[in-house]
């Protein structure tokens, strides 16, 4: 049976979840608090996070039960964040590659996938940072908040539990591969859309084609035709 803790403080969900994991024996372990403190993103990256503005929330899945690759699953989780909150706001929520998670062209959720190996068991540490009540981010420009996006103020409280719920009940039945990219790319941001790309410190127009099962994003290139990038070797400048 899944369990869902809630902390009224912490450093980082990511990593105090693995005390959660040492006494429990669940498939999936969700923890979640809405005062982190310091909160990480990808590649070193920190998360910004104001205190009772946002949630933090942190799910362990025992990799035993998954079959799909570590992109192919990083994929899913995405589409899965995005999903879920396009039905809670009814807007057209897209997923930037990799998987930051964009409303009204604001990004307003970051996801951070680890695996980590506690009492025996490896998991996958996912980690979902999703800005909710939060009005002003000076120094992010490009961020929002569902409030900010849609005027609305949703529950916390409220949100964390649906959200548990959700992630839980769809990664019970993930689907093929094929099935996973066409959902992916259904809802890529910027695909087939002329956008502006930073490449070796030098800018240039492209296109979005695809994302591959490879992790690979295609990009057709004003200049240099159609390559294939991995994260952090192009930057899609807004």
């Not at 994991?21 to 498939?27: R, T």
């Not at 591969?177 to 890529?188: D, G, V």
Request: aromatic residues 12%; contains cysteine; negative net charge.
């Amino acid at each position: 049976m899944p369990h869902l803790f809630y902390l009224k403080e912490c450093s980082s969900t990511n990593d105090e979840i693995t005390k959660f994991l040492l006494y429990e024996n669940s498939d999936f372990i969700g923890l979640h608090t809405f005062n982190q403190k310091k909160g990480r993103g990808q590649y070193g990256n920190t998360w910004s996070f104001n205190a009772e503005k946002n949630l933090a929330y942190t799910l362990a899945a025992k990799i035993e039960n998954f079959t799909c690759s570590d992109f192919m699953f990083n994929y899913y989780t995405a589409i899965l964040v995005r999903d879920f909150l396009a039905k809670l706001t009814d807007n057209d929520v897209k997923i930037k590659w990799p998987n930051d998670i964009i409303l009204k062209n604001k990004k307003i959720v970051g996801i951070l996938i680890e695996k980590k190996k506690i009492n025996e068991n490896n998991y996958f540490i996912i980690g979902i940072g999703i800005n909710i009540l939060q009005e002003k981010f000076e120094e992010v420009s490009n961020a929002g908040s569902l409030l900010t996006q849609t005027g609305i103020d949703f529950s916390l409280h409220q949100t964390a539990v649906d959200l548990q719920d959700y992630m839980v009940e769809q990664l019970r039945h993930i689907p093929s591969q094929e099935e996973i990219m066409s959902r992916f790319n259904q809802h890529l941001f910027r695909k087939d859309k002329v956008s502006v790309f930073e490449l070796d410190k030098k800018r240039q127009n492209g296109i979005i084609k695809q994302a591959d099962e490879n992790g690979e994003l295609w990009i057709e290139l004003e200049n240099d035709g159609l390559q294939s990038f991995y994260h952090k070797e192009i930057k899609l400048l807004y």
